[in-house]
């Protein structure tokens, strides 16, 4: 489902990713762990080409993400044709980003109905479903400064699934909420992986990863260090540099 191929980013001067090799396969769960700057933030954003490449390819279900290949040259495609191919990439930040003034029922159905072209029956139906399933069905009518973090971030969850995204990228999605509101949006979390849907997950939260994830790639310095199945890495790491970031966060 997710290809990257010898991935290089740069900022300035600044090497963030450094020849990054990833796969991801369909209905796959994989958990990118790391200290913060390691560049697991930017990998993720590049999946969906909210940052362009300096270097490498990255597929999304077979396609080159953002660009044509034309001979042996890439160039990069149109706003237009990049923002239709997010369409079908899902992705939940670490702040909800919602619109104050929309209720979250109009949180949910906007882009279905603007970009889809959906009936508004029709999207209204799938938004309520999801908001079922995230545990929020009273709250159609809400607003989201009525609403905790942790409401948020699930609203945000069930906005990015309204898309009917064949992939789900998550950059720290509990990282702005309190303690005691983690546990709630990790459960969301864990309900969609068991359904099947590819996701690629930042995270420092290590018994998600541990218990959910399929695969744990641990990053550091634009680096891929060491991948695994999540048991072996986070439970009898082989790299040093693994061992070491572990135990300053278990």
């Avoid at 139906?125 to 948020?152: F, H």
Wanted: glycine share 8%; with cysteine.
């Amino acid at each position: 489902m997710i290809k990257a191929d010898a991935i290089r980013k740069n900022y300035g001067r600044l090497e963030v990713l450094k020849g990054i090799d990833l796969q991801v396969q369909q209905g796959e769960v994989v958990c990118l762990i790391g200290p913060s700057g390691s560049g697991k933030s930017t990998l993720l954003r590049c999946i969906n080409h909210l940052e362009t490449l300096d270097a490498g390819r990255m597929w999304v279900d077979g396609a080159v993400m953002g660009y044509d290949l034309k001979g042996s040259k890439l160039h990069e495609q149109s706003h237009a044709r990049i923002c239709r191919s997010r369409v079908e990439i899902g992705m939940v930040f670490q702040h909800f980003n919602l619109f104050p003034h929309m209720t979250v029922l109009e949180n949910l159905i906007e882009a279905p109905r603007l970009v889809l072209r959906e009936k508004r029956s029709v999207a209204t139906q799938r938004a309520l479903k999801l908001l079922e399933s995230v545990g929020l069905g009273d709250k159609a009518k809400a607003y989201p400064r009525q609403l905790s973090g942790g409401q948020q971030q699930r609203v945000a969850i069930a906005r990015a699934l309204c898309m009917k995204p064949k992939v789900m990228l998550f950059d720290e999605p509990t990282s702005a909420l309190d303690p005691e509101l983690v546990g709630e949006v990790l459960k969301v979390m864990k309900d969609l992986a068991a359904t099947g849907m590819t996701m690629v997950v930042v995270t420092h939260e290590m018994n998600f990863a541990r218990d959910v994830a399929d695969r744990v790639v641990f990053m550091d310095d634009g680096h891929v260090v060491e991948q695994g199945p999540a048991a072996e890495v986070i439970g009898n790491p082989q790299h040093e540099r693994t061992r070491a970031f572990l135990a300053s966060v278990l």
